[in-house]
């Protein structure tokens, strides 16, 4: 997996430095989580950034992460897309996976470009089976599934990842919030968030209006 945070212990950074995520330290939200290994696709080695959002299972005790990259590139027959790593935000999409440009509607999912081959040397590309039709450096991308024929996102995020997670074993622990408090996540530090999981403000998740969102970076 590409580390760009390789000469940074990233689980130590204290909340409320000027390299956290967060403007705050954040309520965690207690007992013993896993992520969701039926339902999607890690590997030992995966880097699962900070600020990723995330659908809580309580009662299975499981994370599932909303998988989410800002373009910064694209060839020039659109199978060949290269994603912002930035800092403290390394992707983790799996070959086979299928991704297309967040808060697109009514898409055909038979439409929609699989991953066939993932290059993480110095920068992160994804190779696809075909172009997504209008994408454009700096356009968000997301992972889709299907429901009736058509593409959809996985569903709407009510909780973030608090620290990177390195995966050491696919049963690693996860700590996650659903609530920042008086604070706020600073959205520029994070994977990018698609509007459609935003409140119409966009200083709020849709799915969870505990969690506020602030666009500084300090």
Do not use: W
Not at 61 to 69: E, F, G, Q, Y
Not at 183 to 203: A, R, Y
């Amino acid at each position: 997996m590409l580390k760009t945070h390789t000469n940074m212990n990233v689980n130590n950074i204290p909340f409320g430095s000027q390299q956290s995520h967060f403007t705050g330290k954040p309520d965690i939200l207690p007992g013993g989580f896993t992520f969701d290994k039926e339902h999607q696709k890690l590997s030992v080695g995966d880097i699962v950034s900070a600020g990723t959002l995330g659908i809580c299972d309580e009662l299975n005790r499981t994370i599932r992460i909303i998988k989410t990259a800002r373009v910064s590139n694209i060839s020039e027959d659109g199978r060949k897309v290269e994603l912002c790593t930035y800092p403290y935000n390394d992707p983790c999409f799996k070959v086979g996976e299928r991704v297309y440009k967040a808060d697109c509607t009514n898409v055909d999912f038979s439409t929609v470009p699989k991953i066939e081959k993932i290059k993480e040397t110095g920068v992160y590309v994804l190779y696809l089976s075909c172009p997504i039709p209008d994408l454009k450096e700096n356009d968000i991308i997301e992972q889709m599934v299907e429901s009736d024929g058509i593409a959809v996102e996985i569903g709407k995020a009510d909780c973030l990842t608090i620290r990177n997670v390195e995966l050491t074993d696919l049963d690693a622990g996860v700590d996650v919030t659903q609530s920042t408090g008086i604070f706020s996540v600073k959205e520029k530090l994070i994977p990018p968030i698609p509007n459609s999981q935003k409140d119409p403000t966009g200083k709020f998740l849709i799915g969870n209006p505990h969690i506020k969102l602030i666009s500084i970076l300090e």
